[in-house]
């Protein structure tokens, strides 16, 4: 990893901070409980990689700052809406999320229920109050494209799959289809949305999608690899949970070496999606590097 | 009931409930579970009050009724995901909704809290890809509106405080402010939406949401009531289930001769809201009729 980019990531992940933090509900605001939930669920935790993309992308498109931040957050949002969810008993029943104790642990079921919902319409109203572009239109379709990415054609999507893949055996095509929406259809509206807050032309756009379905899939991937591979206190969530599941995983398929090896050719076909753009596009390449060699 | 009343009711809910079938994901489409546990959970059941009301308001501003149909449409999306959510067992652990088996009953607990969740991003989906008035900008503001109603400082947040008041003896502000939190805000929002689908001063807006709050309000109460009188039948949920689980009401409160009283004075003050408009708003008195009498 360059020191340089390393220096970028630190400064938006720091910067990114406040911003959630401004956004989020107060804690002292009622009905308190659940806003101290919310910003439970989302404050001082995981690597940000979503916003990262987000702000590469939209340092690619020339976007302001302040409005990538927006997109970024709502991402985020939507994002940590999910884990709470899936970690309650009735989905992947987990205890431990990001180094803490869940948040229906930390809180009760019933809180962690309304402050995922809660931290859904919060990522609404983020790209509906802010502007995000010069457009309304246009702010309107990424509203769209954020709403598609997170639904029943996306990430919920993604999760119903999953539940219904337990026990079964899938065929290679089927996992990457489940991750496709699980994990990849954020991923992708995050450099997509980060992007667009910017001048695009649809044909970067269709680029930049290419290389948000290859990052995301390779992110998977590697999560994979890790699971299988990395001690509890390493990973900051309970290790081997998968397995234990009885999940079908890309290292469950392929085994830990091809899995490495998938990862390593998604990442050499993000990069070829980047080509065009030449310098612009150097910290989206770092994200790949980063996201794909992290523990490698 | 006037004749014309329930006439043009049951018009715009036979209408509504082919615009819903259009709306949801298809139960073909996959992933098919989760699209049919959507339908499930919204086709063929209640009173459709809301879109109800949303077409009313629509009427009154001139607006066209395609567009009324969206807001109504991600209105009554936004309700029953919190009812698919609300029945799960850690919520309320309802096992019958609209005389049918809840979500989580028919299907399970994880596709239910899967589809709650996509239910809310649908109707995000909605208000963001069709239009609903002229002004991209003012539709950026409705969807805003749409999310503060949904979110924790409207009806999510409703839900927390009901979920603290279990057990507590709440004073009569204490209850209104649950309620004008957990059923208003939404009630409100679809007056509002449907009327910013047309012409409408922000004068009588303000008039349209004091309308609307008072027969939030009222809903509610009347509510309560039937609540504590109606069998399990003629209710289509389970009857006396807030008493049973120890939650404050408007009867448990004031007794059922007070909370009658509170209900028609509520119905006269959303009826003074309404004087400016004269005759163009009929259908608003009908419904506030409607919901206030509509058992009594």
């Known amino acids: 990893m360059r020191a340089d980019f390393a220096q970028w990531a630190a400064a938006h992940q720091s910067g990114f901070e406040e911003v959630l933090r401004g956004v989020l509900p107060q804690p002292e605001i009622a009905p308190q409980r659940l806003h101290q939930a919310m910003r439970y669920a989302v404050l001082d ?16 498109t020339g976007a302001d700052v302040a409005r990538v931040s927006i997109v970024a957050a709502a991402v985020e949002l939507v994002h940590a809406y999910s884990l709470v969810h899936d970690d309650m008993p009735c989905m992947d029943d987990d205890v431990l999320r990001r180094g803490k104790p869940t948040c229906h642990v930390q809180y009760d079921e019933a809180t962690a229920l309304l402050t995922g919902d809660s931290l859904q319409t919060l990522a609404f109203q983020l790209v509906a109050e802010h502007p995000l572009c010069d457009e309304p239109l246009q702010q309107l379709e990424m509203i769209k494209l954020l709403a598609v990415a997170t639904g029943s054609r996306g990430m919920a999507g993604g999760q119903a799959i999953d539940l219904a893949s337990v026990g079964k055996s899938l065929s290679l095509p089927e996992l990457e289809n489940m991750h496709i929406h699980k994990t990849g259809a954020l991923i992708r509206a995050a450099v997509l949305l980060g992007a667009q807050c910017g001048s695009v032309s649809p044909a970067q756009l269709a680029c930049l999608d290419h290389f948000g379905k290859c990052v995301g899939l390779a992110f998977q991937v590697v999560d994979d690899v ?13 290790a081997g949970k998968d397995a234990d599941n009885d999940k079908p ?18 990442h050499q076909e993000a990069m070829g999606t980047l080509t065009e753009f030449g310098e612009a596009a150097q910290r989206l390449r770092e994200l790949a590097d980063f996201i794909v060699l992290r523990k490698f």
Chains 1, 2 share one sequence.
């Open 226 to 238: 890790l699971d299988a591979e990395a001690d509890t206190a390493t990973l900051g969530k309970t």
């Open 249 to 266: 995983t890309y290292v469950t398929l392929l085994g830990i070496p091809a899995a490495r090896d998938m990862a390593r050719n998604l």
């Open 45 to 60: 935790g995981g690597k940000r990689v979503r916003p990262l993309l987000a702000f590469a992308a939209g340092e690619l």
